[in-house]
């Protein structure tokens, strides 16, 4: 399935197709060599003195226990995620390596990072959705996260899956158009709130 | 100039081909048309309940008094953005609109509209350099940002210059291959230090 974002102006196309549906195939596995493409591009995004600040965390059924135990994370309200085949956790360094000072790019970083990710796996044809909505000390103390590295936004990654089985309710939202605030809202020329045109 | 990252998998050209040069063309300006379509690519980004935290305050010759404003914020080490025709300082909502609640996502979410905002800027042979280096304090002063809001990571942008004019540890600088850690040290899988493959 395509939602095309409806852009003002052309835009990069990996950048109109990337869409966050709630409806994965759960039985399309997505390869450690897709994984890896996606984190190599992760990779090569920029950080605040090259710090690289983001850690990637990834569930999947190569480790089922713990794939379960990361959906045990998730709300009720993302329960829907469960069907998605991996789920990854970001996680950043609030401390610069060289020094341990704080970071204060930190999570900046890791979320231009993981926007790299998810680019990367709308180009091999993947979907991810990053999610708030699970339980940040469960997953610390699952996983063994340590102090000084914070979680960021849960991603369920796989292929899109069937809109066919879906309630009504739920079926509308996936095929609901995309929605943002306009350009002149967000961006001003030399000061705030002024216009950029 | 290209300085294509030297990846170990194939990943999407636009991502390879992004980098951050210290060298811009004082004398091609960006047009307004090239700033919009960058900001429609930040546009769709995604956010933590499509809150899209994301303000960009942009300074160039269109309001030259503001752009002297933004170029004095730079400290000495970024005085080299002084030549890019565009600065960009991008700004946080550190709440959600609709509560007033801590968004924790808000520099995440920033994060990956400027990657966004780049990665565009990169399809049109813009080049893009974020800045930790000015004074944050000044910024708030010189362009009202209110409060709840935070600045983020300055933004010189515009079109690549010449490395002939350089001094040869600058020049040397430039055309330094693009290094990072390997994704074994930074994605683990099941749990945390858990090797990938």
């Not at 195939?25 to 605040?48: F, G, K, N, Q, Y």
């Not at 999570?107 to 709308?122: H, P, R």
């Not at 063994?144 to 939202?173: N, W």
């Amino acid at each position: 399935m395509e939602k095309i974002a409806a852009t003002d102006r052309p835009i990069e196309s990996l950048l109109a197709r990337r869409w966050s549906p709630r409806v994965f195939d759960p039985d399309r596995t997505v390869s450690t060599e897709e994984l890896l493409t996606c984190l190599e591009a992760a990779r090569w995004s920029p950080s605040c003195f090259n710090e690289q600040p983001w850690r990637f965390l990834i569930f999947d059924a190569m480790v089922p226990e713990t794939l379960d135990k990361a959906r045990d994370c998730l709300t009720e309200g993302n329960a829907w995620a469960k069907q998605a085949p991996v789920l990854i956790l970001p996680v950043a360094r609030k401390t610069f390596t060289r020094n341990n000072n704080p970071n204060r790019f930190a999570e900046y970083d890791v979320g231009a990072a993981i926007l790299s990710f998810v680019l990367q796996a709308t180009a091999l044809g993947l979907f991810a959705h990053q999610m708030a909505g699970y339980n940040t000390a469960k997953a610390r103390a699952y996983f063994g996260i340590p102090d000084g590295f914070e979680p960021q936004a849960m991603v369920a990654l796989g292929y899109f899956g069937s809109l066919d089985a879906l309630p009504e309710a739920q079926r509308s939202r996936e095929i609901a158009p995309r929605t943002r605030i306009p350009v002149s809202e967000f961006a001003f020329r030399g000061g705030w709130g002024q216009t950029l045109t």
